[in-house]
C-alpha cells in the first residue's frame, strides 16, 4: 500500500525528471542552435486533469525582455529557501547550465548578452499558441488567470482594461482572481466583471460594510473534468486597501481570511470535490503558509509575486506552481485523480520564447486590432539607453534609479521615492526607449508626482514600514512587493532585526550629511495611495526627463548597504 | 504619499507599534490588570475560544473582530495598546444558541487584540491576536 505522501514524493521525482529533462536538452539543443517549439511543448500527457496557469500577466501582450532579480531575500523560515535564491545559486539548485535557455529564462546574470541571443519572450499570441497545443492533448483543460491581468501598459490604461479583456476572452479561461483590476476603480471593475464569459473568484472578497461575502465574487466554482469534480478556489491580493488605494474600491474588504478558506474547502469537500484547486493571488511565500495551515487543498497556483520555479514545491499535502510573470511563461500541470485524491502530477514550467514558439494567428490579429489605435504614440522614441534598464529586485534597479532622477530633477526635490512594484519590462542597451517602454513601468491609474515635505524623523518611518512588509518573518504580514526605491538619500538595512530597528546611517547623498530627523526634506515621489494627492503624472515626468538627457546613462547604484541577508 | 495631518498621526502611531509589539506594550500592565479583574486572579489557559482578527487591518478606525466560544457564559475583549484597552464585554445566557459575536473595535497603532472567555464551569480561556496598522503603499 502506497500513502498520500509516498506517492506526492515519487511523483515529484518523476516530475523533476520531465522537468530536468526537458531543462537539460534545451541547453544543449540552443548549443546547437536547435531550440524548437516541439521541443517546448513536449509533454507526457498523465493522469486525468490538466490545468494550465497563466499569471501577473500586467497588460503585456506583445514579447518583452524581463530581467528577472538578482536580490530576493528570504526571511524566517524561507531564508535561503526557493524563490529566495537567485542567479548562479538558482542554477546550480536545479541543474541548469550557464549560457542555457534557462539560465536566461529564469534567472539573472549576463541578461544583456543572453537577451541579444535568445530574444524576446512572451506575447500572448504565442500564450495561445501554448494553450492550444495543451487543449490539442487534453481538449477539457482548466485554463485559470490568477489575475493583474488588466494592468501595466498604455494601451491598458487607455481602455480602462477592455484591451486586455478583449484579448483574455479569446484564449477562453475557466477563472480569474484579481489585484490591481481594482485599481480600475469599482464602477468599471465591476462593470468589466459582469461581463466576462468566465467566473471572477475571490472567497477573500467581502463586503466592507457587512464583513460578508460578495454576489459578484464567488469563492469557488465546481468543474467536471475527465469525469472529475473539481472546485476552484479564488484568493484576491489579501492586502488591496492597503497596498494600493482603498478609496478607488471603498465596498471592498479583503484579507487572507485562512479560517474562511477553510470553510470553503471543507464544503466543496463535502460536495464532493475530488480535486481541489486554488487559484492564488496571495504570493509564494503566502500560499506555503497557506498550505501549512488549511487542509485539503490539492493544488495552489501561485501569482502575485512574480517568481518562477521549474519544479512545484511541496508544502503539506499541497503542491504549490508558481508560474512567472508579464506572459514569459505557462505551467502545465496534469494531475492523476482517483476516489478524491491526488495519486501524482507532472507538470511542467513552458517558457514563451517568442522567436521559438510561433504566433497565434487570431489572437495575433486581436492583440494588432488592440494596438492598431494606439500605434503612434506608443512607438515614439523618446530617448536611448546605454544601461540595462530593469526594475526587479528587493531594492534598487536601474529603472526606478532612472525614475528617481527623473523626480529630483523635475521635480527640484532633495530625495525622491519610487514604489517597489515588481512589474515593469526590461529595456536592453543600445536599445530606444519608446513611449511604451515608459509606460510599461509606470502605467497605473494612481500617477500622480507629488512634491511635498518630510522630516528626517518620518522618512525614517516611512522606510521602517515598507521595510517591515517585505521582511517580517511571519508570511502573512509580508504584502509581497519590493523595498520602496529612493534617490538622493542612502541608508543601511539589517534585515533580521524588527520593525523600527532595521534602518540606520540614513545620508542625503548630495551633501554627504546625515539626515536630520528634526529637518524637514523636499522630497518627489508617485502612486501614493493617498486620495487627492497632486502632481503630472509619472510618465510625462520621466519622458521629460529622458527627452532633455537623449541617451540614458547610469551609474552603479550603492546607496543601500544591506547586512543579515 | 502626500501627508495630512491624520496620515503622519497614523504613521507615528505605526512606527511606534514596533516597540510595542517587541515586546513593551505600553498599556500592557493596564490589559494585565483588567484580565485579572474579569477572571477574579484565575489564569486563563487555551482552549474552546476561536478569536478572528485581520492580520493587517485595512483601517485601524474600524476593525472587525469575532469570537466563537461554544459553552461561554461572558467574553471581554481588550486591545493592549489602545489608551483604554477594556473594548466590550459580551454576556451569554442559557438560552443563546451560539456563543459568538463579532463587532468593528478602533485600534490606535499596532497592537494585541486579546480575548478571553469565562466557560460554564467557571475557568476561563484567553485568546491572543496581533493586528497591525500599516500604511503599506508598495503592493507588487
Same mark, same amino acid.
Given at each position: 500500500?502506497? $500513502?498520500?505522501?509516498?506517492?506526492?514524493?515519487a511523483?515529484?521525482?518523476?516530475?523533476?525528471?520531465?522537468g530536468?529533462?526537458?531543462?537539460?536538452?534545451w541547453?544543449?539543443?540552443?548549443?546547437?542552435?536547435?531550440?524548437?517549439q516541439?521541443q517546448?511543448l513536449?509533454?507526457?500527457?498523465?493522469g486525468?486533469?490538466?490545468?494550465?496557469h497563466?499569471?501577473?500577466?500586467?497588460?503585456?501582450?506583445?514579447?518583452?525582455?524581463?530581467?528577472?532579480p538578482?536580490?530576493?531575500?528570504?526571511?524566517g523560515?524561507?531564508?535561503?529557501?526557493?524563490?529566495?535564491?537567485?542567479?548562479?545559486d538558482?542554477?546550480?539548485?536545479?541543474?541548469?547550465?550557464?549560457?542555457?535557455? $534557462?539560465?536566461?529564462?529564469? $534567472?539573472?546574470?549576463?541578461?544583456?548578452?543572453?537577451?541579444?541571443?535568445?530574444?524576446?519572450?512572451?506575447?500572448?499570441?504565442r500564450?495561445?499558441?501554448?494553450?492550444?497545443?495543451?487543449?490539442?492533448?487534453?481538449?477539457?483543460?482548466?485554463?485559470?488567470?490568477?489575475?493583474?491581468?488588466?494592468?501595466?501598459?498604455?494601451?491598458?490604461y487607455?481602455?480602462?482594461?477592455?484591451?486586455?479583456?478583449?484579448?483574455?476572452?479569446?484564449?477562453?479561461?475557466d477563472a480569474?482572481?484579481?489585484?490591481?483590476?481594482?485599481?480600475?476603480?469599482?464602477?468599471?471593475?465591476?462593470?468589466?466583471?459582469?461581463?466576462?464569459?468566465?467566473?471572477?473568484?475571490?472567497?477573500?472578497?467581502?463586503?466592507?460594510?457587512w464583513d460578508e461575502?460578495?454576489?459578484?465574487?464567488?469563492?469557488?466554482?465546481?468543474?467536471?473534468?475527465?469525469?472529475?469534480?473539481?472546485?476552484?478556489?479564488?484568493?484576491?491580493?489579501?492586502?488591496?486597501?492597503?497596498?494600493?488605494?482603498g478609496w478607488?474600491?471603498?465596498?471592498?474588504?479583503?484579507?487572507?481570511?485562512?479560517e474562511?478558506?477553510?470553510?470553503?474547502?471543507?464544503?466543496?469537500r463535502?460536495?464532493?470535490a475530488?480535486?481541489?484547486?486554488?487559484?492564488?493571488h496571495?504570493?509564494? !511565500?503566502?500560499?506555503?503558509?497557506?498550505?501549512?495551515?488549511?487542509?485539503?487543498?490539492d493544488?495552489?497556483?501561485?501569482?502575485?509575486?512574480?517568481?518562477?520555479?521549474?519544479?512545484?514545491v511541496?508544502?503539506?499535502?499541497?503542491?504549490?506552481?508558481?508560474?512567472?510573470?508579464?506572459?514569459?511563461?505557462v505551467?502545465?500541470?496534469d494531475?492523476?485523480?482517483?476516489?478524491?485524491?491526488m495519486?501524482?502530477f507532472?507538470?511542467?514550467l513552458?517558457?514563451?520564447?517568442?522567436?521559438?514558439?510561433?504566433?497565434?494567428?487570431?489572437?495575433?490579429?486581436?492583440?494588432?486590432a488592440?494596438?492598431?489605435?494606439?500605434?503612434?504614440a506608443?512607438?515614439?522614441?523618446?530617448?536611448?539607453?546605454?544601461?540595462?534598464?530593469?526594475?526587479?529586485?528587493?531594492f534598487?534597479?536601474?529603472?526606478?534609479?532612472l525614475?528617481?532622477?527623473?523626480?529630483?530633477?523635475?521635480?527640484?526635490?532633495?530625495?525622491?521615492?519610487s514604489?517597489?512594484?515588481?512589474?515593469g519590462?526590461?529595456?536592453?542597451?543600445?536599445?530606444?526607449?519608446?513611449?511604451?517602454?515608459?509606460?510599461?513601468?509606470?502605467?497605473m491609474t494612481?500617477?500622480?508626482?507629488?512634491r511635498?515635505?518630510?522630516?528626517g524623523?518620518?522618512?525614517?518611518?516611512?522606510l521602517?514600514?515598507?521595510a517591515?512588509n517585505?521582511f517580517?518573518?511571519?508570511?502573512?504580514?509580508q504584502?509581497?512587493?519590493?523595498?520602496?526605491?529612493?534617490g538622493?538619500?542612502g541608508?543601511?538595512?539589517?534585515?533580521a532585526?524588527p520593525?523600527?530597528?532595521?534602518?540606520? !546611517?540614513?545620508?542625503?547623498?548630495?551633501?554627504?550629511e546625515?539626515?536630520?530627523?528634526?529637518?524637514?526634506?523636499?522630497?518627489?515621489?508617485?502612486?501614493?495611495?493617498n486620495?487627492?494627492?497632486?502632481?503630472?503624472?509619472?510618465?510625462?515626468?520621466?519622458?521629460?526627463h529622458?527627452?532633455?538627457?537623449?541617451?540614458?546613462?547610469?551609474?552603479?547604484?550603492?546607496?543601500?548597504?544591506?547586512?543579515?541577508? | 504619499?502626500?501627508?495630512?495631518?491624520?496620515?503622519v498621526?497614523?504613521l507615528?502611531?505605526?512606527?511606534?507599534?514596533?516597540?510595542?509589539?517587541?515586546?513593551?506594550?505600553?498599556?500592557?500592565?493596564?490589559t494585565? !490588570?483588567?484580565?485579572?479583574?474579569?477572571?477574579?486572579?484565575?489564569?486563563?489557559?487555551?482552549?474552546a475560544?476561536?478569536?478572528?482578527?485581520?492580520?493587517?487591518?485595512?483601517?485601524?478606525?474600524?476593525?472587525?473582530?469575532e469570537? !466563537?466560544?461554544p459553552?461561554?457564559?461572558?467574553?471581554a475583549?481588550?486591545?493592549?495598546?489602545?489608551?483604554?484597552?477594556?473594548v466590550?464585554?459580551?454576556?451569554?445566557?442559557?438560552?443563546?444558541?451560539?456563543? $459568538?459575536?463579532?463587532?468593528?473595535?478602533?485600534?490606535?497603532?499596532?497592537?494585541?487584540?486579546?480575548?478571553?472567555?469565562?466557560?460554564?464551569?467557571?475557568?476561563?480561556?484567553?485568546?491572543?491576536?496581533?493586528?497591525?496598522?500599516?500604511?503599506?503603499?508598495?503592493?507588487?
Amino acid at each position: 500500500m502506497i $500513502s498520500r505522501r509516498d506517492f506526492l514524493q515519487a511523483s515529484m521525482a518523476a516530475s523533476a525528471i520531465v522537468g530536468g529533462s526537458g531543462f537539460g536538452n534545451w541547453a544543449r539543443l540552443a548549443a546547437q542552435q536547435r531550440l524548437t517549439q516541439d521541443q517546448l511543448l513536449e509533454f507526457d500527457t498523465f493522469g486525468n486533469v490538466s490545468l494550465i496557469h497563466v499569471t501577473d500577466i500586467h497588460a503585456q501582450m506583445v514579447p518583452i525582455h524581463f530581467r528577472e532579480p538578482s536580490v530576493n531575500i528570504g526571511v524566517g523560515a524561507n531564508k535561503g529557501v526557493v524563490p529566495h535564491v537567485t542567479g548562479a545559486d538558482f542554477r546550480r539548485l536545479y541543474g541548469i547550465d550557464d549560457g542555457s535557455p $534557462s539560465h536566461y529564462a529564469l $534567472s539573472s546574470g549576463d541578461f544583456t548578452a543572453l537577451a541579444e541571443g535568445y530574444g524576446r519572450m512572451g506575447g500572448l499570441d504565442r500564450v495561445a499558441t501554448v494553450i492550444n497545443s495543451i487543449r490539442a492533448d487534453r481538449p477539457d483543460a482548466l485554463l485559470l488567470d490568477g489575475g493583474d491581468t488588466w494592468h501595466g501598459s498604455y494601451t491598458c490604461y487607455q481602455t480602462a482594461g477592455q484591451d486586455m479583456v478583449n484579448v483574455m476572452n479569446t484564449l477562453k479561461p475557466d477563472a480569474m482572481t484579481f489585484h490591481w483590476e481594482f485599481t480600475l476603480g469599482s464602477e468599471r471593475m465591476t462593470e468589466l466583471v459582469e461581463g466576462l464569459p468566465f467566473a471572477a473568484l475571490g472567497q477573500n472578497i467581502f463586503d466592507v460594510e457587512w464583513d460578508e461575502p460578495v454576489d459578484l465574487f464567488p469563492p469557488y466554482k465546481f468543474f467536471e473534468r475527465g469525469g472529475v469534480k473539481i472546485a476552484v478556489i479564488g484568493q484576491a491580493f489579501p492586502y488591496m486597501p492597503i497596498a494600493n488605494p482603498g478609496w478607488m474600491f471603498p465596498e471592498f474588504s479583503f484579507g487572507i481570511r485562512d479560517e474562511h478558506m477553510q470553510e470553503v474547502v471543507d464544503k466543496v469537500r463535502a460536495e464532493g470535490a475530488e480535486c481541489v484547486v486554488l487559484l492564488s493571488h496571495n504570493g509564494f !511565500d503566502v500560499d506555503k503558509k497557506m498550505a501549512t495551515i488549511v487542509t485539503g487543498i490539492d493544488v495552489i497556483l501561485s501569482g502575485h509575486t512574480h517568481d518562477a520555479l521549474p519544479e512545484p514545491v511541496l508544502a503539506g499535502g499541497t503542491i504549490i506552481v508558481p508560474s512567472g510573470s508579464n506572459g514569459k511563461f505557462v505551467s502545465r500541470v496534469d494531475l492523476d485523480i482517483q476516489q478524491g485524491r491526488m495519486m501524482g502530477f507532472r507538470h511542467k514550467l513552458i517558457p514563451i520564447f517568442s522567436d521559438v514558439i510561433s504566433a497565434d494567428a487570431e489572437v495575433a490579429a486581436v492583440i494588432e486590432a488592440e494596438r492598431a489605435p494606439y500605434k503612434a504614440a506608443l512607438s515614439e522614441v523618446i530617448g536611448q539607453t546605454d544601461t540595462l534598464l530593469y526594475r526587479r529586485g528587493n531594492f534598487n534597479g536601474t529603472w526606478d534609479d532612472l525614475i528617481c532622477d527623473a523626480l529630483l530633477s523635475q521635480r527640484d526635490a532633495e530625495i525622491a521615492l519610487s514604489p517597489g512594484v515588481r512589474w515593469g519590462p526590461s529595456v536592453i542597451p543600445g536599445q530606444d526607449i519608446t513611449r511604451e517602454d515608459i509606460w510599461n513601468v509606470t502605467s497605473m491609474t494612481y500617477p500622480e508626482a507629488y512634491r511635498t515635505e518630510m522630516t528626517g524623523e518620518f522618512l525614517k518611518i516611512v522606510l521602517e514600514d515598507v521595510a517591515d512588509n517585505i521582511f517580517n518573518p511571519d508570511p502573512f504580514f509580508q504584502q509581497g512587493g519590493d523595498m520602496v526605491r529612493t534617490g538622493g538619500l542612502g541608508y543601511r538595512i539589517d534585515i533580521a532585526k524588527p520593525q523600527g530597528q532595521r534602518i540606520s !546611517d540614513m545620508t542625503l547623498l548630495k551633501t554627504g550629511e546625515a539626515i536630520d530627523p528634526g529637518r524637514a526634506y523636499v522630497v518627489a515621489g508617485w502612486a501614493s495611495v493617498n486620495e487627492e494627492t497632486e502632481g503630472p503624472p509619472i510618465w510625462d515626468v520621466v519622458e521629460a526627463h529622458i527627452k532633455t538627457k537623449g541617451t540614458v546613462s547610469l551609474e552603479p547604484n550603492n546607496s543601500v548597504e544591506i547586512i543579515n541577508a | 504619499m502626500t501627508l495630512t495631518r491624520r496620515d503622519v498621526f497614523v504613521l507615528g502611531s505605526a512606527a511606534f507599534a514596533g516597540t510595542a509589539l517587541a515586546g513593551m506594550p505600553a498599556f500592557a500592565s493596564a490589559t494585565d !490588570d483588567l484580565i485579572a479583574e474579569f477572571t477574579g486572579g484565575a489564569e486563563a489557559g487555551s482552549g474552546a475560544l476561536v478569536l478572528t482578527a485581520p492580520e493587517i487591518a485595512e483601517n485601524g478606525n474600524t476593525v472587525p473582530i469575532e469570537v !466563537d466560544a461554544p459553552g461561554a457564559v461572558a467574553v471581554a475583549i481588550f486591545a493592549d495598546g489602545n489608551p483604554v484597552p477594556a473594548v466590550a464585554t459580551f454576556n451569554f445566557g442559557p438560552l443563546n444558541p451560539s456563543r $459568538s459575536a463579532s463587532t468593528r473595535i478602533r485600534l490606535a497603532k499596532s497592537q494585541n487584540v486579546i480575548a478571553v472567555a469565562k466557560m460554564e464551569d467557571g475557568s476561563f480561556v484567553r485568546a491572543d491576536a496581533a493586528v497591525k496598522v500599516t500604511i503599506g503603499g508598495c503592493g507588487g
